[in-house]
């Protein structure tokens, strides 16, 4: 699984990420339109890092992930959390088309991109009915995506990113291809490892398939399960332009 690999340095690629302003952002919008909300399932929760910060705030969460190496690296940061975050989260494995827990929670989360992974209608319709099961009337699914517009204005460029840390030195090509009859963007990876303490580098090749998503398409996915709340750029208050490359809906359960 293209995960799996990616674990091993999804960390250092993303240290700059700011996971506690991101997770902020969407706490309050919890509080804005659920604010009695305590329980929230985070599909696709990486390696933990929105789910330990949602933690902090008070929230349990229960993660679920795909890959075992990324779930490995949530839980070992679980380990090292203070005990009162650390009682507040949980993890397991589950794919956000299939999952059923069993229980309902007060928000169901998907961050960085998760439902741009859902590549074809019949993922996307999925991962949608996944919120809705896990989800009481009024609870809500908050989520990011590709926004098509500004994908098909700005266009996916080649881009390299070089990070370092005491260990490895990392650099990564990005070399997009659009598919624009399926509103798919395959982002080839190329990356390089060296190991510092012996000059060996490894090299991944890894294929990132992503949809991009017009929000007359999220009407027709959320059906009559949802109404939405709010649609936002990520990380703003204002609607998503063709410069806003990632978008962000809140929706709430209206059935079931």
Not at 6 to 21: E, F, I, Q, T
Request: net charge neutral; with cysteine.
């Amino acid at each position: 699984m293209v995960f799996d690999a990616y674990a091993r340095y999804y960390d250092l690629l993303y240290r700059d990420k700011d996971y506690g302003a991101e997770a902020e952002y969407v706490a309050s919008h919890i509080r804005k339109y659920a604010p009695q909300a305590r329980r929230i399932l985070e599909l696709g929760c990486g390696t933990g890092g929105h789910a330990e910060q949602l933690a902090r705030s008070g929230y349990a969460v229960h993660g679920v992930d795909m890959s075992e190496a990324m779930l490995a690296r949530a839980q070992a940061r679980k380990s090292r959390a203070p005990a009162e975050v650390a009682g507040h989260l949980t993890f397991g494995r589950g794919d956000v088309r299939t999952l059923r827990t069993g229980e309902t929670y007060d928000a169901v989360i998907s961050l960085f991109h998760v439902v741009s992974y859902q590549t074809t209608n019949a993922d996307v319709a999925a991962a949608f009915d996944t919120a809705a099961a896990h989800l009481k009337r009024g609870g809500l699914f908050l989520f990011d995506f590709w926004y098509g517009p500004a994908v098909l204005t700005q266009r996916p460029e080649i881009r390299v990113k070089r990070l370092s840390d005491n260990e490895i030195d990392v650099t990564r090509i990005a070399e997009p291809v659009m598919h624009v009859n399926e509103n798919v963007v395959d982002v080839n990876y190329a990356v390089f490892i060296e190991v510092k303490a012996t000059g060996k580098v490894e090299q991944v090749r890894e294929t990132h398939r992503m949809r991009y998503l017009s929000l007359p398409e999220l009407a027709l996915f959320r059906g009559e399960s949802f109404e939405e709340r709010a649609t936002l750029a990520w990380m703003s208050e204002a609607p998503p332009t063709a410069q806003s490359w990632a978008g962000f809906q809140v929706l709430a359960r209206i059935a079931g």
